[in-house]
């Protein structure tokens, strides 16, 4: 079983519209990570949580919020979707100072 | 400006030979590198890690050296398979410096592993 998944898989989106990804984790982490990614440019964060309720900025947080109201479960947001949003978008968990991080599958937005 | 970076955004090797995937940082608070493969339609996968007490560890083929003073990793893959062929992310987390522990990482290194 997948310890980081994410739900939808693919998603194709219209500008304006107000999407919500979706990320769940099995081992019970309590740092949960949402990421970022384009072609050339890496890994980015957008942004993180040590645990419930807990809600930090990464790097990239403008156009996006977060939920995380349970441990498991930590949610993305694009209030109003615009093209340049389409990209890669990765689900983290773990992470704990010296600890590596676990990667969801991915969910790959086209905001049209 | 960029804390990690992969200045190779390719590299193809020969089946059996030896990979090189280089990795510098500017942040001396960093105490802890990590390397992450990732196929396409996949996430990225943890590969092997390093402390900064360390300089060098090994994990079968997979061998992370680590050169404080010149703020500068690398991993090297003996004998490269081809189903080595991936891109492969460098990251970098620290104490210091305002990061929380979080990882920073690098652009990327695509290897193209040929039989």
């Known amino acids: 079983d997948a310890d980081v998944t994410q739900t939808p898989r693919n998603r194709i989106t219209k500008t304006g519209k107000r999407i919500m990804l979706e990320c769940s984790q099995t081992?019970?982490?309590?740092?949960m990570y949402w990421y970022r990614q384009d072609p050339g440019l890496g890994l980015r964060l957008i942004y993180y949580?040590?645990?419930?309720?807990?809600?930090n900025k990464g790097e990239i947080s403008d156009g996006y919020s977060v939920s995380r109201q349970a441990q498991a479960k930590f949610s993305l947001s694009l209030e109003s979707a615009i093209p340049n949003q389409t990209a890669l978008y990765f689900c983290?968990?773990?992470?704990?100072?010296?600890?590596?991080?676990?990667f969801g599958p991915g969910t790959r937005l086209l905001v049209l | 400006d960029q804390q990690v970076k992969q200045n190779s955004p390719s590299l193809s090797v020969q089946e059996g030979r030896i990979s090189i995937l280089n990795c510098d940082y500017t942040n001396s608070m960093f105490d802890y590198f990590l390397w992450y493969k990732k196929y396409p339609a996949e996430g990225p996968t943890f590969l092997i890690s390093i402390s900064s007490i360390k300089d060098k560890n090994e994990d079968g083929r997979f061998t992370v050296f680590l050169n404080k003073s010149a703020k500068h990793l690398s991993l090297h893959i003996v004998p490269s398979q081809p189903g080595d062929s991936a891109v492969y992310f460098c990251a970098a987390s620290g104490r210091g410096g305002g990061s929380q522990g979080n990882l920073i990482f690098g652009k990327g290194t695509k290897l193209s592993v040929k039989p």
């Open positions: 983290a968990a773990g992470g704990r100072e010296g600890e590596t991080q676990y």
């Open positions: 949580s040590f645990d419930v309720k807990d809600i």
């Open positions: 081992k019970g982490h309590d740092r």
